[in-house]
């Protein structure tokens, strides 16, 4: 850790109003404390701005699991928490590194600059754009530390930008997803800026456009609203769905090419595409009965809707065309997704369940186009959770609901 670091702070005391030497000092000596104990501290300590300690603390101990490069770097400055929250991780900010490069980069919604960060080391020159000064100020002196010369700073309007003149490589934008009363936005409209009412300017200002969306948002309605998107990416890492990235250029796609994407913990990225026009076109087999592997695919491609597509390329079949969970004969190695044998199939009646279930009261749970929701089953079975039995709740091509008794595919 290069914690002596810190001290260099103080070069931006007078734009980003940071604090005395006694802070730094002391955040030099208690990086490891708990944010909440140091809070209740500060009568203890009158000359160090304990709320500034206490925010630099949580931030670093988020940044250790979400950016843990710039958590290796010990003069980095850390924003309040919402802005930790909402700042784009590592493994997806590197993940836009790899499909953007060129000589002009603008980031017209800059925030802390994680994805700036890492999408500058494949442009010349970069422009990073926000109009909140203090994070902008933060940015700055982030972005110093990194060595990362080629990033400009602007506090300004995305929109005031994007209408200026000039034209660039490319242009990435992370429209705010939340309304004015803090609840997620469901609507592209409710975003900030409004991306629908300024797409053909996106496309005049620049040759490529990269816009990061919420996973809520719908695959097949985007594909309809941006003629142009040549590729939309689902991104997850560890198997939770983390964005949506829509990649626009300047020729109309009739179907964009869908990418799927799970970054693991070792960064090695599980990786799937289709189109939407093939997905329509392909054709699945139903197995009549449950085979002797059981798949269940990754967060990304569950989220994209191409399961006939997936099914079909990896000669898997599907028990129920709403059930969206995938059998085979023969093993299927390096799957996308969790892999189970299956040790039996079972009714509801006392009988069977009786026979089945009578050697474990713990169990792992997952119901797939059934009428029962997880906790209405367990406590209808009186299986306590977890332990190294899986049960899939589903109903099967024939109609009939059954369960499937399975352990993990090591």
Not at 281 to 292: H, I
Request: neutral net charge.
């Amino acid at each position: 850790m290069r914690f002596d670091q810190i001290c260099t702070f103080v070069i931006m005391d007078a734009v980003f109003n940071l604090p005395n030497e006694p802070t730094i000092e002391f955040l030099r000596n208690h990086w490891n404390d708990d944010p909440a104990t140091l809070l209740l501290q500060s009568d203890r300590y009158p000359d160090v701005d304990m709320a500034w300690v206490a925010q630099q603390v949580k931030g670093r101990k988020k940044a250790k699991e979400k950016i843990p490069s710039w958590y290796e770097n010990g003069a980095i400055a850390y924003p309040i928490s919402i802005s930790m929250e909402q700042c784009s991780s590592e493994a997806t900010a590197k993940y836009k590194a790899d499909i953007c490069s060129g000589s002009t980069l603008v980031d017209l919604t800059g925030g802390l600059g994680v994805d700036t960060a890492f999408m500058s080391k494949n442009f010349t020159d970069v422009t990073y754009v926000e109009r909140n000064e203090e994070l902008v100020a933060l940015a700055w002196y982030n972005f110093s530390q990194l060595r990362l010369a080629n990033i400009n700073t602007e506090n300004r309007d995305a929109i005031e930008v994007l209408y200026s003149e000039g034209e660039v490589d490319w242009l990435y934008i992370d429209p705010a997803r939340r309304k004015e009363n803090q609840q997620k936005a469901v609507l592209l409209s409710d975003c900030e800026p409004d991306i629908l009412e300024h797409q053909a300017r996106l496309l005049q200002k620049a040759k490529n456009v990269l816009i990061k969306l919420s996973p809520l948002f719908d695959i097949t309605a985007l594909s309809r609203l941006f003629p142009n998107a040549g590729e939309i990416h689902i991104v997850s890492v560890n198997n939770e769905c983390k964005e949506l990235l829509l990649r626009l250029d300047r020729e109309e796609h009739i179907s964009p090419q869908i990418i799927c994407v799970n970054i693991l913990k070792e960064g090695e990225r599980q990786r799937f595409e289709f189109t939407l026009a093939n997905e329509v076109k392909s054709g699945v087999s139903v197995a009549a009965n449950p085979l002797a592997y059981l798949y269940e695919p990754n967060a990304s491609i569950q989220k994209s809707g191409g399961f006939k597509s997936f099914a079909h390329q990896f000669g898997l079949e599907i028990l129920h065309s709403n059930t969206r969970l995938y059998m085979s004969v023969n093993r299927i190695e390096n799957f996308q997704g969790r892999s189970f044998i299956v040790e039996s199939v079972f009714g509801f009646s006392k009988q069977e369940l009786k026979a089945s279930l009578s050697d474990i009261k713990k169990a792992n749970i997952t119901v797939r186009n059934f009428p029962l929701s997880v906790a209405e089953l367990r406590k209808k079975l009186g299986l306590q959770d977890g332990g190294v039995v899986y049960l899939f709740a589903i109903t099967l091509s024939s109609g009939k609901n059954a369960l499937i008794r399975c352990r993990k595919d090591s």
